[in-house]
C-alpha cells in the first residue's frame, strides 16, 4: 500500500490564482481530512469527509473548497489565492469503528507527506 | 472549545539524558489522546493512541502515559535520531476532528 499520497509536493502561486491539491489514499478509509500547518504551529482542520458526496467545514475553511466524488480522493481547491494560505497542506485518513457500528477499524489518523505552498 | 497545550516548547537533551514531554488537554468527552513524531518536511507519523486514565503504551525508548488531564511521553535514554517535534492532539466523544497541541521540539545531542 502507498498509504496517503499527495500532490505536488511544492508549489508557488500568485496572488489571485487557483490551483488544486491532490490527495488519494488506497487503504479504503472511508474518513479523510485536510489541516494546514504554519511555521512552529500545530496543525488546524481545513475540510474533513466522512465518506463519498459527504464533506464538512473544518476550523479554518474560508478560501477552501472540497469534494469527494470516491472513496479514494479528496482534493482540496483553493480559488484566489492570498499570501494568508502560504503554508504546509496535510491530508490524513482513518477508519473510524464508529462508522460502522462494529470494533472494527482504529480512530488513528494517517498522514500524507505534504503540500508547501507559497502565495507571493 | 477543545484545548490541548503541550510543553516544553522545545527541548535540547544530551545522549542517553532522559525526560518528559507534557501534553495537557482539555476536552467535553475524550475518545482518544493521541501522539505523533513529525520530522522535518514531512507529515506526522503515528506513535500511539491512549483511550482511557492510566493507560501505558511503550514503544523502543518512548513510553506515554495518561491521566484525566495531561498525558506525558517519556523518553529514556534517547538517542540523535529521536530527534524530532512531537505532536499531541485529542479526539472527543462526540466528534470526529483531532485538535492538535503545537508540538514540542526536541533535539537530541550526540
Known amino acids: 500500500n502507498a498509504g496517503v499520497t499527495q500532490t505536488p509536493k511544492f508549489r508557488i502561486l500568485k496572488i489571485g490564482q487557483s490551483m488544486t491539491l491532490q490527495c488519494a489514499q488506497d487503504?479504503?478509509?472511508?474518513?479523510m481530512y485536510w489541516y494546514r500547518q504554519d511555521p512552529g504551529m500545530g496543525l488546524k482542520l481545513i475540510y474533513y469527509?466522512?465518506?463519498?458526496?459527504?464533506?464538512d467545514k473544518g476550523e479554518v475553511p474560508n478560501g477552501y473548497n472540497v469534494s469527494r466524488s470516491t472513496t479514494e480522493d479528496f482534493p482540496l481547491r483553493l480559488e484566489l489565492a492570498a499570501p494568508s494560505q502560504t503554508s504546509v497542506y496535510f491530508c490524513?485518513?482513518?477508519?473510524?469503528?464508529?462508522?460502522?457500528?462494529?470494533?472494527?477499524?482504529?480512530?488513528?489518523?494517517?498522514f500524507g507527506p505534504g503540500t508547501r505552498l507559497t502565495v507571493l | 472549545e477543545d484545548q490541548v497545550t503541550q510543553s516544553p516548547e522545545a527541548l535540547r537533551l544530551q545522549e542517553g539524558e532522559s525526560s518528559s514531554l507534557n501534553c495537557s488537554y482539555t476536552?467535553?468527552?475524550?475518545?482518544?489522546l493521541f501522539w505523533y513524531r513529525q520530522d522535518p518536511g514531512k507529515g506526522p507519523e503515528f506513535l500511539f493512541t491512549?483511550?482511557?486514565a492510566g493507560e501505558e503504551k511503550e514503544k523502543e525508548r518512548l513510553k506515554a502515559t495518561l491521566t484525566k488531564k495531561e498525558s506525558f511521553l517519556h523518553i529514556t535514554a534517547p538517542k540523535p535520531e529521536d530527534s524530532a517535534t512531537y505532536l499531541c492532539a485529542v479526539l472527543r466523544t462526540s466528534g470526529s476532528r483531532l485538535t492538535f497541541g503545537e508540538g514540542t521540539q526536541l533535539t537530541v545531542n550526540p
Open positions: 469527509s466522512v465518506g463519498a458526496g459527504i464533506t
Open positions: 490524513a485518513s482513518s477508519y473510524p469503528d464508529r462508522a460502522l457500528g462494529t470494533s472494527v477499524g482504529t480512530d488513528t489518523q494517517y
Open positions: 487503504m479504503n478509509h472511508n474518513y
Open positions: 491512549l483511550y482511557s
Open positions: 476536552v467535553s468527552g475524550l475518545r482518544g
